[in-house]
């Protein structure tokens, strides 16, 4: 909150994402109400409106963006001749960015926008039970965007790690800064802050694949094995198959 705003899109993006942070906060006093009066339904109706909002409001931020901000896919990959927890890249797109804190920026919308759509189907769960919120249009949506979002999440987590194709590809990450690693699967300095909370927030949603999410929980013990950062190795532990939605983590 005491971070000098340089421009007016880092002003918008900084109260984005405090809204995130109290949409977070309501969320896990409003959703789980138990009795569905009107006083109760309009409160779920009003974070719903709430959710789909600020949804919005990052998708126009993004657009926003001059090209500068562009990310550029340096790779493909196919397959990978490892086991997928220690690999330092999954298979799919790998992508690369102008700097690091523009990874992380990218990165790090893609978690607040992932904790909303989790937000926006806790609501769609509460005000339709017992119906399945599975079928709902709303879900359909979720699974198309957050599947997007984790994905996103993947592709740029190689370029934390300083990650080469071969001697010939280079990530372009800042060496000056020793930001990134400089060794297969290592992780140095700043990179390592940046890249843990995207990594889990993937890494627990249910619209991760089994193998993204044995990737991204491979790279956090990477990056307790290169920092020694304790909440790494404590967020490991709520890393697993099948996370509720409902979980509180996010």
Not at 89 to 99: I, L, Q, Y
Request: net charge neutral.
């Amino acid at each position: 909150m005491n971070q000098l705003e340089q421009d007016d899109r880092s002003r918008v993006l900084n109260r984005l994402n405090l809204k995130v942070a109290n949409l977070r906060a309501d969320a896990e006093k409003i959703v789980i109400l138990a009795e569905r009066t009107p006083s109760n339904i309009e409160q779920v109706l009003k974070l719903l409106r709430r959710s789909e909002a600020l949804e919005k409001s990052y998708v126009d931020w993004l657009q926003s963006l001059p090209p500068s901000w562009d990310i550029k896919t340096v790779a493909w990959i196919d397959s990978i001749n490892e086991d997928i927890n220690e690999s330092s890249v999954h298979p799919g797109r790998v992508d690369s960015f102008a700097e690091l804190w523009i990874a992380f920026t990218y990165s790090f919308i893609c978690s607040c926008r992932l904790f909303i759509w989790t937000t926006i189907l806790r609501c769609i769960a509460w005000l339709g039970e017992p119906q399945d919120y599975k079928l709902s249009p709303e879900y359909a949506v979720a699974s198309r965007v957050c599947g997007q979002l984790v994905e996103d999440i993947v592709a740029s987590v190689p370029y934390y790690f300083g990650w080469r194709g071969d001697k010939a590809l280079f990530m372009g990450v800042d060496r000056a800064n020793f930001a990134c690693g400089t060794e297969k699967g290592s992780i140095k300095g700043v990179s390592g802050i940046f890249a843990l909370l995207p990594i889990f927030t993937a890494a627990t949603s249910d619209f991760a694949t089994p193998s993204q999410r044995l990737f991204l929980r491979g790279r956090m013990q990477s990056i307790y094995a290169s920092t020694g950062m304790n909440q790494a190795a404590v967020l490991l532990h709520v890393i697993h198959p099948g996370l509720s939605m409902n979980c509180s983590y996010y």
